[in-house]
């Protein structure tokens, strides 16, 4: 069987699509992935098993009218490279990951030929939009995000969310909820970025006390209050912090003023992205795990890879103290308020200074990523390949939907 995912970003460097597609190849589905060109990368090259079609295509921020501009060229041109491939390949099906929530009438001539349409959403984009540009919640902009999620779910046979929150946001708006399926981040630690726990190329990121922190950089993940919290334990506990990622350079150097002025030195460390098969590697030097957001309508929702990843490597959780967060890992972490620095270090401190409570922490939150782990997403994924494929589309079967989230 034949598959396309169509992604608004970088592959494999995005780390829920690369798992995917890692999963449904050792499925044994033949995979073309549409994703944007980095500079550097071949347009088109093999990669995880699957066949990579590079669009070359910057994206530029700005504001609400540059991102819909930016968000509509791209689809245009993967929907032509998508019928191309698809007039060679005949797919079965074709997986489109958002944002935006409209990429998915990308696939409109592949559905109107035959191939099922799964519309995976990583995020919920109403949320994303007031978030990022603070917006109204009953204002123009917010109220035409939600109908083109609306409108985007309609179109695909199948909506895949990454947690039960989201799911219930999608039924209070009016989506079918047997069309409902979660596939949450948790890590394939066994296959994917799994390996990188036995990687000699990772370096030893020093002695004493620290926090290592991997992934995005930019304002949403709160940083700063890392970053304050962090420089507190460093004079009071001698803690170092490495944050290691990718993302807005503007904050990057906010970061690095903000730790001079905090007294950090040579304690404190901004390295560049790794490897994924690297990311775990460097996360268990990491003494605690700490997942800092800021709070605004879309951080209420989200459970990011991270939580699970530094699960994975046995740390004891401190995460900001945020909707969806709260509810999935309850009394397997310490919570602090959202933006508040002193607290973060307070709970911090109180880890470094308690083995037997970082011991707990760490075997509950395991525990939770057990209830989520990533072969249990493989089953979801795998079920829902085939309901698609022998129901011809058909969301009549509760078997892949029914309590999906649980």
């Known amino acids: 069987m034949r598959a396309c995912h169509v992604v608004y970003s970088y592959f494999p460097f995005d780390p829920r699509v690369r798992r995917e597609v890692e999963t449904l190849h050792r499925l044994e589905y033949e995979l073309d992935v549409i994703a944007m060109q980095e500079p550097g990368e071949p347009r088109v090259e093999t990669v995880l098993g699957a066949r990579v079609h590079r669009i070359p295509f910057a994206v530029v921020r700005g504001g609400k009218v540059r991102y819909a501009f930016q ?18 390949r005949r797919y079965d099906i074709v997986h489109v990951h958002s944002l935006p929530d409209f990429q998915v009438f990308a ?10 349409v799964v519309l995976d959403l990583h995020e919920a984009m109403p949320e994303i939009f007031a978030a990022r540009f603070r917006l109204a919640e009953e204002g123009l902009w917010t109220a035409l995000a939600r109908a083109a999620e609306w409108m985007s779910c309609a179109f695909a046979d199948r909506v895949i969310v990454v947690n039960d929150v989201i799911r219930s946001l999608l039924v209070g708006r009016g989506v079918d909820p047997r069309k409902l399926v979660v596939v949450m981040n948790s890590p394939d630690i066994h296959e994917g970025m799994g390996r990188g726990l036995a990687t000699p190329s990772v370096p030893n990121l020093g002695r004493g006390p620290r926090i290592v922190y991997v992934g995005g950089i930019n304002p949403e993940r709160d940083l700063e209050v890392l970053i304050r919290a962090a420089a507190r334990l460093h004079r009071s506990d001698g803690v170092s912090l490495v944050i290691i990622g990718y993302g807005d350079s503007d904050y990057a150097e906010r970061l690095r003023a903000l730790a001079r002025s905090e007294g950090m030195g040579d304690a404190f460390r901004l390295l560049p992205r790794v490897d994924q098969n690297q990311v775990l590697a460097y996360l268990s030097q990491s003494d605690v795990g700490p997942v800092t957001y800021q709070r605004n309508p879309i951080t209420e929702l989200a459970v990011p890879n991270k939580v699970f990843e530094y699960a994975a490597v046995g740390k004891p959780l401190v995460i900001a103290n945020l909707r969806a967060l709260r509810g999935l890992f309850g009394e397997a972490a310490l919570y602090y308020t959202a933006g508040n620095a002193e607290e973060l270090a307070s709970r911090i401190a109180e880890l470094l200074r308690d083995e037997r409570l970082r011991r707990g922490l760490a075997e509950r939150a395991r525990e939770v990523l057990d209830r989520c782990s990533w072969a249990i997403m493989t089953e979801r994924l795998r079920r829902l390949y085939e309901e698609m494929l022998s129901r011809a589309g058909s969301w009549s079967s509760p078997v892949s939907v029914e309590g999906a989230g649980r």
């Not at 968000?71 to 060679?88: E, G, N, W």
């Not at 696939?107 to 099922?116: K, N, T």
């Open 107 to 116: 696939a409109l001539p592949e559905r109107i030929l035959g191939a099922r």
């Open 71 to 88: 968000y509509l060229v791209f689809l245009l041109a993967a929907a032509a490279l998508l019928l191309v491939l698809h007039i060679r």
